[in-house]
């Protein structure tokens, strides 16, 4: 089972507590964009087996987003950080470089 500690309440968090919300960093696109723009953000995502960063919702706590870094073939959890940041903080890339040296943050 998929155990995730929550940065904003400090509980650790079992998989049944939490909410999935897809992958993580996306930049969207709405109107004014172009048909290609808004049909990238829609359909493409990376899916690629090893250290991906995703959203999760606390659900049964204290209900709030948060993004975590793991390994989608290992299911290691790399750590979690507030979804307020705009890639994973350098401690987290640091634990998956040590894993994966040539894995860069997806853009």
Sequence with gaps: MLILPCPCCG???AEIELAPGGEAHLKRF??????????????NRHAAKGPVLERWRHAYGCGKWFLAARD???????GTYAARLPQP???IIARIRARHPDWQVPA
């Excluded at 989608?72 to 790399?78: D, F, G, I, L, R």
Aim: charge should be negative.
């Design 11 to 13: 509980l650790e968090a």
């Design 30 to 43: 709405g109107p004014g964009s172009s048909d290609a723009e808004f049909e990238g953000y829609l359909f």
């Design 72 to 78: 989608s073939v290992t299911m290691e959890v790399y």
């Design 89 to 91: 903080p350098e401690e």
